[in-house]
């Protein structure tokens, strides 16, 4: 499938999403705060596979029937020293890759402050620690490379989102494997650049929706 063909699919998923909600887009984000910063506006993609590399499925991702991430509260460390010793040669370094329904292959780069894993280090990795702070010993990238996963590769109905400029997003409810949610912010969203094929960003949330 070429880049166009997926823009074209993800252009009927809009169309196909705005339709289940009667003519217009889902809504129910909040605006975001200047801490998200521009890079995290809200926008549109979609799913169906798992990293080659078997880094974001490692740790058992999974997800409820109406697309929950669902983070399990022990498991493995997320990506693993091995993948991010390929960040320190390389900022385009694949931590892992999904196959989505709406874009093909969209793949999460080591990155940088403005995408990428490292922007999500940086800007989120608060918010995530928060998520996961008294439940298990998971850390906050265990956290974000599960949410991807489940996101990306099971999407809830309506999902992708188009908000134009480029970009995609992908909303879900956060739960753990005990059936607790976390206290504050017990949502995700996922920005995913359609042009480049890039997760852009991935953090918790306190609004269902794009």
């Not at 909040?30 to 993609?45: C, K, Q, Y």
């Not at 995609?168 to 995700?188: H, I, L, Q, T």
């Amino acid at each position: 499938m070429t880049r166009s063909q997926r823009r074209s699919v993800a252009g009927v998923a809009t169309v196909v999403a705005a339709a289940l909600v009667g003519g217009g887009l889902v809504a129910g984000g909040i605006a975001l705060t200047a801490e998200r910063g521009t890079d995290d506006a809200v926008l549109g993609g979609g799913s169906t596979a798992q990293s080659p590399t078997g880094v974001a499925g490692a740790g058992g991702s999974s997800s409820a029937a109406d697309g929950t991430v669902v983070i399990p509260r022990r498991g493995p460390d997320l990506p693993g020293a091995a993948v991010l010793d390929r960040c320190d040669a390389s900022s385009r370094a694949e931590v892992a890759q999904y196959d989505t329904a709406a874009l093909g292959p969209v793949v999460l780069q080591c990155g940088t402050s403005s995408q990428g894993y490292e922007h999500i280090r940086v800007r989120h990795d608060r918010d995530w620690t928060d998520v996961v702070s008294g439940h298990g010993s998971r850390d906050w990238d265990d956290a974000v490379l599960t949410a991807l996963q489940t996101v990306l590769t099971e999407p809830r109905a309506g999902y992708p989102q188009d908000a134009g400029d480029g970009k995609v997003c992908y909303a879900a409810p956060v739960a753990f494997d005990d059936g607790s949610r976390p206290a504050r912010e017990p949502f995700v969203k996922v920005i995913v650049s359609a042009t480049t094929d890039r997760v852009i960003t991935a953090y918790p949330t306190d609004s269902d929706g794009c």
